[in-house]
T-cell receptor, first 113, second 113 residues
Framework: DMKVTQMPRYLIKRMGENVLLECGQD?????MYWYRQDPGLGLQLIYI???????SEGDIPKGYRVSRKKREHFSLILDSAKTNQTSVYFC????????????FGHGTKLSVL | GDSVTQTEGQVALSEEDFLTIHCNYS??????LFWYVQYPGEGPQLLFR?????EKGSSRGFEATYDKGTTSFHLRKASVQESDSAVYYC????????????FGQGTSLSVVP
């Protein structure tokens, strides 16, 4: 059904806590992405994954790490979250290694207090 | 480096007004360009793409013309509706990494009846 699913939709954490954001897709897409969205900055690429265990840094990887052990799942991990990581996080996927069309999830709104 | 700039951060219109959103890009070669739309509470989705000089894309009454000479990819609609209220992003593939997309800052369109 061509869907990218993000869990959870909303998350509140305290500074210093660990955060796990999960993303799944049902299209067997090779490439997956994590973006964060902030007012006035648009969408900024955190990490890109070309397949299982084949991950590459995006433009703002500092403070984040990722894990992709199955093609369908791509996780974003914040070790010891900071208040400036409060944002909306979007996962996306695309077929092959092409950017012809990215499919986005509904996003996870993370608040770090 | 490759970049896209959207000059309007917010646009407020009345129904049946004409819409123009400007997108200027900086890149080498002949890039494919994309417009994405993000409705409230959802992730961005592809509106259309263009890859040839003077090519017009169209979808849902929107039109965009890609002009290699002026390195621009503007979005237009002759008569907006309240349902067009959304955030619009133009996006450019990085010449150094075809899989990576650089998004503009986004233009938030608000249409009132």
């Amino acid at each position: 059904d061509m869907k990218v699913t993000q869990m959870p939709r909303y998350l509140i954490k305290r500074m210093g806590e660990n955060v796990l954001l999960e993303c799944g897709q049902d299209m067997s897409h090779e490439t997956m992405y994590w973006y964060r969205q902030d007012p006035g900055l648009g969408l900024q690429l955190i990490y890109i994954s070309y397949d299982v265990d084949s991950n590459s840094e995006g433009d703002i990887p500092k403070g984040y790490r990722v894990s992709r052990k199955k093609r369908e799942h791509f996780s974003l991990i914040l070790d010891s979250a900071k208040t400036n990581q409060t944002s909306v996080y979007f996962c996306a996927s695309s077929q092959g290694f092409s950017n012809e069309r990215l499919f986005f999830g509904h996003g996870t709104k993370l608040s770090v207090l | 480096g490759d970049s896209v700039t959207q000059t309007e951060g917010q646009v407020a219109l009345s129904e049946e007004d004409f819409l123009t959103i400007h997108c200027n890009y900086s890149a080498s070669g002949y890039p494919t360009l994309f417009w994405y739309v993000q409705y409230p509470g959802e992730g961005p989705q592809l509106l259309f793409r263009a890859s040839r000089d003077k090519e017009k894309g169209s979808s849902r009454g929107f039109e965009a013309t890609y002009d290699k000479g002026t390195t621009s990819f503007h979005l237009r609609k002759a008569s907006v509706q309240e349902s067009d209220s959304a955030v619009y992003y133009c996006a450019l593939p990085l010449s150094s990494s075809f899989s990576k997309l650089v998004f503009g800052q986004g233009t938030s369109l608000s249409v009132v009846p």
